[in-house]
């Protein structure tokens, strides 16, 4: 695959020492979070010179990185990156815009939140910025342009002159002079080009754009749909798992994404552990797969929480496409697309948690869904848990690194031991030899279920991350 991300160094590489780059929105201690402002989806664009974030209350804030773009001071600042190889992304604040408002669907008496549920960028074009911005039932194609602010100088009134019975005094003619259209500071301004709505029963937890630049899906619990971007008022139904009675209902639809190269090829997983690899040549409705990943069901370990623990939050292609990142509740696991018979390695999460399943069913937290990122060079992978920490991983073939940060200024602070042999070979797997880490063994008891980190994303060029923690985002760069 021309250096494939996972396979592609013999010697896996030295583990990456994480730092603090930046926060926005830090909280002080005490201070309350309101509902609305908590941070529910979070997105690198493709060049990773922009971050956008959606809320709780239905807006979209964009970043702009600033350290690659600023020239400013010449000659000092080249000696200065000489003298600092190592510069980490800065961003800033760009602007933001209402994308979602509530709504009331007086049909099946049902209160549509405004939340962001997820935010995907599009390809730019001259200048403008493209994105696709969905809350439970409506998507939205946002442009964000900046457009400089004219005024008009030069003018031939002079404020100096007083007006006499409503008439001004003649002016020389020489004094007479052409009105001036002047350009002042560009500001950004975003507009919604297109809606996209009326075509989901249930709640929409996907939206991932093909590689064509035209197209893009949207998934629901039972049906993922295909739209061109030119057009609102129609919808091509590509998945439908939707039993002919409900009471027959097994499993749904828990997360979409298109290949990042074969715009033919996408893959959705489900609520039973399961992923499905789809090939849009086969039909026209793809209810049939062409391959299936799922991982063997051990004999006799079976018990009321498997299914629960089991279903699949979130899936992640990494960038040349030939692997596959899924997140369940328990586990971070790595697959290989041209291999069916099981994860090429497993990652523990929460296996410190398996105790308190029963705890955990009971406050809900059992069903939080955390998102997953891979890096862009495929070699690590990232993940949420509770107590504002998140889990970074290496993925490459004999990789041990393993680390658990903290999103705070000081992402170390918490030491958590990690287990003197934290990765056993995996015998079923054949093509190559699979790692099961053991997992960062925290303290459950300790653990604060109420800071959950589900939302992360890493620069799609750069060993950098933006995670989310209740209102704030957290960058951190290594």
């Not at 529910?40 to 773009?69: C, M, P, W, Y």
């Not at 259209?181 to 989901?200: K, L």
């Not at 009471?247 to 994404?257: G, K, R």
Request: charged share 25%; net charge negative.
């Amino acid at each position: 695959m021309n250096g494939e991300v996972v396979a592609a160094s013999a010697e896996p590489s030295p583990p990456l020492e994480w730092r603090f780059s930046q926060v926005f929105g830090e909280r002080s201690a005490g201070e309350e979070v309101h509902e609305v402002d908590v941070i529910s989806a979070i997105q690198f664009d493709n060049s990773g010179d922009h971050l956008a974030t959606g809320d709780r209350g239905g807006r979209v804030v964009l970043f702009e990185r600033t350290d690659a773009k600023n020239s400013s001071g010449g000659a000092r600042r080249d000696l200065e990156e000489a003298d600092y190889p190592l510069r980490h992304p800065e961003f800033r604040y760009k602007t933001e815009f209402q994308s979602h408002d509530p709504e009331f669907d007086y049909l099946k008496s049902l209160e549509i939140e405004e939340k962001i549920n997820k935010i995907r960028w599009c390809q730019t074009a001259n200048g403008a910025l493209f994105l696709l911005s969905t809350n439970d039932k409506t998507i939205k194609f946002w442009k964000v342009q900046d457009k400089k602010i004219k005024k008009i100088c030069d003018v031939n009134s002079d404020p100096s002159r007083t007006v006499v019975n409503g008439e001004v005094p003649e002016a020389n003619s020489s004094s007479l002079r052409l009105p001036v259209v002047t350009s002042h500071e560009s500001s950004p301004v975003a507009r919604c080009r297109r809606v996209y709505s009326h075509a989901h029963d249930y709640h929409i937890n996907s939206i991932s754009n093909n590689s064509d630049g035209e197209t893009f899906i949207s998934a629901d619990d039972l049906r993922i749909n295909l739209w061109n971007l030119e057009i609102t008022n129609q919808s091509f139904n590509i998945v439908d798992v939707k039993p002919e009675k409900m009471e027959d209902l097994s499993e749904v639809i828990t997360s979409a994404e298109f290949h990042p190269t074969h715009c033919n090829m996408l893959a959705y997983s489900s609520s039973k552990g399961s992923i499905r690899l789809i090939d849009l040549r086969q039909s026209a409705l793809c209810d049939s797969h062409s391959k299936l990943f799922e991982e063997p069901e051990a004999a006799g370990s079976k018990s009321f929480f498997t299914e629960i623990i089991a279903s699949v939050s979130d899936i992640k292609f990494a960038k040349e496409g030939r692997y596959l990142l899924s997140r369940d509740y328990m586990t971070l696991k790595l697959w290989d697309i041209n291999m069916d018979s099981g994860p090429v390695s497993t990652f523990q999460v929460h296996e410190h948690l398996k105790p308190k399943l029963c705890d955990l069913y009971e406050n809900d937290s059992i069903f939080d869904k955390f998102e997953c990122c891979i890096s862009g060079n495929g070699l690590r992978a990232a993940t949420g848990s509770y107590s504002n920490l998140f889990r970074v991983f290496g993925v490459s073939p004999g990789s041990t690194e393993t680390a658990s940060l903290e999103a705070s200024r000081n992402p170390t602070r918490r030491h958590v031991p990690v287990p003197s042999s934290p990765f056993k070979a995996l015998s079923r797997v054949v093509s190559r030899a699979g790692s099961e880490s053991a997992g960062v063994d925290g303290n459950s008891d300790a653990l604060d279920y109420t800071t959950k980190l589900l939302h992360l994303a890493w620069h799609p060029s750069e060993n950098s991350i933006a995670c989310a923690s209740g209102n704030s985002l957290y960058m951190y760069y290594a």
